[in-house]
């Protein structure tokens, strides 16, 4: 063990080691420079013969290899463009550059000349695909030599052009600062800063930099970040200063070519930190070289032959993000990717370069106003043969603690993600309308082709759609998906929606109150309690197995019908209250449970009020009764906690569901193999104790209070900021008198209770990060609520 050990160790410290040896020495995708200028113009690039001028494209999108622009030699004459490098004595260097030869017959090359003498050369066929050209030199003394990029005649293009010094120590960190009362030709220090984003994306920044924005300021362009940080010193994005968040924003308008794909663009660079900013994105005017249809606030892109490691967005704020072609055809929504923050590793082709994103870390972020997605995280896939089902898919994602207000579609959207846990989120509003431009679709979360994926203790409130829309979906084949201890409020959709193709989805352990009330006239029974699709992308049948639905509570008392439509195999329904009150129907759209030659497992449900028989005769063990419940009707999970005499206490079966595979590792620590508490941190023990009917094991009765919560006086205060590390104000618009001011964890312990007489409180509060509630309680005469998120930044 000792010796296993030993060389583990070894293994990590040579990992450290690497990382620190190894850096960019020069990075530049030529975003930082406008339409038609001339890179010779700018210092240590230089042209030579008769190839034209070295001009940046950006009119035609297509040029570029990754990026919006690329540099063009466009006359027919010989020539090359050069950069020159001081090399160190034994080092080694890697050179790497993208070209495309268009209507080139002869070879393109990137060589390495000390004064007219070639060192090395690197050479391609005329070609009007993109090829990398790699070199690496070691240096056998210390000079200045010259890179090349040479084209016979024709048009050459290139991009995406960095050294790297494989064995060289980084220099110190450093900060850099931007003000809009700065200028470029400053040295970007704290009393000499410079002004723009174009400036900062001529940059190549080292390990442990940081690049700093004013306070207050707003910034519009286009942030291209040229280079990586390593193992605990990352390259950090922040703020100076005091007042409000920064605003980086890709609006430029008509007069500078139209605005923005994204602002902010991150292409294959690793261990970035961004926190304690703003970033806007509403395109308003077409940019030629950009997709109409398309829109970013924070673009990171992985188009390279290995993993980009160690991402971290926190207290980040993305708003206002649009596309500037409107897509108001329902046809066009799956082409409408406008994200607010979007990963996207490109599909891995070739062995051995296989790419993905590694350690992805959301927290404590505030989205609002964006046209479709909040967080899109996406991979490309493989072709076959190539990679595993981890490097095929992004990696390690955590999306913790963020603030989700009004999306026009899907808050957070993994699309082939590997161990992905979502957490403590609030997602109010997905699926908006309240924009024309807005598809007006989605749930809170979704996935698609995902492995390992955990999302708990999340509110879900008031998700609109014509279609999808319930509190969180599991789309297509995943395995692995438990959505637990969620509480789900007003989803127009439904409660459980899954799609073909799923391997162990489970929903426990979760509280949905009034959720499925859509009436799609295009489609009867759109909304759901309970839906298991059996088809699969494109149409196919692909049945899902083994789905488990258990320990959760559903309560509805407005007065709709439902559908329940499940076409599966190897369905477990055990353990959940469906209560359904004030002339609501369950099942009463339609009541569908095929099971495809495999065994149904549906006993210990608890059924009040109106539930078609159909349904609960499946049942082996059914109990019908009221479930007494502490506070039904209201807008809180902690009405629906059990009363003592409730008949749902002990009357649960002790069957257990999936183990998950990667219980206790990695980003699942906390996570056990099986469930080991309710929804209100009851201890649950499935294998030996006795179990409840519903989210709540407590045998005890009710742990919290909670009185009648008014729904239509939630805009009777106001909390600002929100969120805040612990020092915050109320603002009241309807003052009633005295009042009762409390905070409550969400699981309803107090934290804070105090009487006020004021319209105007300020609180300074020592809290952990996370959710709370505060209340108002105007003794019994009213009583309201809001969510309040701590921030530990």
Not at 641 to 650: D, E, G, K, V, W
Request: with cysteine.
């Amino acid at each position: 063990m000792t010796f296993r050990f030993s060389i583990l160790l070894f293994l990590l410290l040579f990992e450290i080691l690497r990382a620190y040896s190894q850096w960019t020495i020069y990075s530049n995708n030529f975003e930082g420079f406008k339409d038609g200028f001339d890179l010779s113009t700018v210092a240590d690039w230089s042209k030579n013969g008769t190839g034209g001028n070295m001009e940046i494209n950006e009119t035609n999108g297509l040029c570029a290899h990754e990026s919006s622009v690329c540099v063009d030699m466009n006359s027919n004459g010989w020539g090359y463009a050069a950069f020159p490098v001081d090399f160190v004595s034994g080092k080694t260097y890697n050179i790497n550059v993208w070209v495309k030869a268009n209507n080139n017959s002869s070879a393109v090359s990137l060589s390495l000349y000390d004064g007219s003498n070639l060192v090395s050369s690197s050479s391609h066929p005329g070609t009007n695909d993109w090829v990398k050209l790699s070199l690496t030199h070691t240096a056998s003394s210390s000079s200045v030599l010259q890179i090349r990029i040479l084209k016979n005649w024709g048009t050459l293009s290139f991009d995406d052009f960095n050294i790297l010094c494989l064995d060289c120590n980084p220099p110190n960190p450093r900060n850099y600062y931007v003000s809009s009362l700065g200028s470029d030709l400053n040295i970007g220090s704290v009393t000499d800063p410079w002004k723009s984003l174009e400036k900062l994306s001529r940059q190549t920044f080292n390990p442990g930099d940081s690049i700093l924005f004013r306070s207050g300021d707003r910034f519009d362009g286009h942030f291209s970040l040229n280079g990586s940080g390593i193992l605990n010193l990352p390259i950090v994005i922040a703020s100076y200063g005091n007042g409000n968040k920064p605003i980086i924003s890709g609006e430029v308008g008509i007069t500078e070519g139209g605005d923005f794909r994204e602002a902010i663009y991150i292409l294959n660079h690793e261990h970035i930190t961004i926190t304690d900013i703003e970033v806007n994105n509403e395109r308003n005017f077409h940019r030629l070289s950009v997709d109409s249809a398309l829109s970013y606030g924070i673009y990171f892109h992985n188009s390279g032959s290995k993993p980009l490691e160690n991402i971290t967005l926190y207290n980040v704020e993305i708003s206002n993000v649009y596309a500037f072609k409107p897509m108001l055809d329902p046809d066009d929504f799956n082409g409408l990717e406008v994200a607010g923050l979007r990963f996207f590793a490109t599909r891995n082709r070739n062995l051995g370069s296989e790419k993905n994103y590694n350690n992805i870390n959301i927290h404590n972020c505030y989205f609002t106003n964006i046209q479709r997605l909040g967080v899109h995280i996406k991979h490309g896939g493989s072709n076959a043969g190539v990679g595993n089902d981890s490097i095929n898919r992004n990696s390690n994602i955590v999306c913790r603690n963020n603030h989700f207000y009004k999306t026009g579609g899907t808050c957070i959207l993994p699309i082939r993600s590997y161990n992905c846990l979502i957490e403590d989120n609030l997602f109010d509003r997905p699926g908006d309308g309240s924009d024309p431009r807005m598809p007006n679709r989605g749930s809170s979360v979704w996935t698609w082709h995902c492995k390992n994926t955990i999302i708990q203790r999340n509110r879900c409130l008031h998700v609109r759609g014509y279609l999808d829309s319930h509190g969180i979906h599991i789309d297509h084949h995943n395995d692995h998906t438990y959505v637990q201890y969620n509480y789900m409020e007003d989803c127009e959709g439904g409660f459980v929606e899954i799609l073909g193709g799923n391997t162990n989805a489970v929903y426990r352990f979760n509280i949905s109150v009034n959720d499925g009330w859509r009436n799609n006239l295009n489609w009867v029974n759109s909304n759901h309690t309970l839906w298991v699709n059996d088809k699969a992308s494109g149409g196919v049948i692909d049945y899902c197995d083994e789905t488990y639905i258990y320990n959760n509570t559903v309560f509805v008392d407005s007065a709709y019908s439902t559908a329940i439509d499940m076409d599966g195999m190897n369905h477990h329904i055990y353990n959940n209250i469906f209560y359904y009150a004030n002339g609501s129907v369950m099942g009463g759209k339609r009541m569908v449970i095929n099971n495809n030659n495999t065994p149904l497992f549906m006993q210990n449900n608890l059924y009040a009020g109106n539930v078609v028989a159909s349904f609960v005769n499946l049942d082996a063990s059914p109990v019908n009764q009221n479930p007494l419940f502490l506070n039904e009707g209201v807008s809180d999970p902690l009405g629906y906690q059990l009363n003592i005499n409730s008949p749902a206490i002990n009357s649960g079966v002790a069957e257990l569901g999936p183990a998950f595979p990667q219980a206790g590792l990695g980003i699942f620590s906390n996570i056990p193999v099986y469930p080991n508490e309710d929804y209100f941190g009851n201890p649950v023990d499935f294998q030996s104790g006795s179990i409840n009917i519903g989210a709540d094991n407590s045998k005890i009765g009710p742990t919290a209070n909670v009185k009648d919560n008014h729904q239509d006086n939630l805009s009777s205060f106001e909390i600002f900021p929100n969120p805040n590390k612990g020092y915050f104000h109320l603002k009241f618009h309807d003052f009633l008198g005295e009042y009762t001011l409390s905070i409550t964890t969400i699981e309803g312990r107090t934290i804070y209770s105090e009487k006020h007489y004021s319209k105007f409180v300020t609180l300074a509060l020592s809290l952990k990060s996370g959710l709370y509630n505060v209340i108002v309680d105007y003794e019994g005469s009213n009583r309201t609520s809001k969510l309040l998120m701590i921030t530990d930044y």
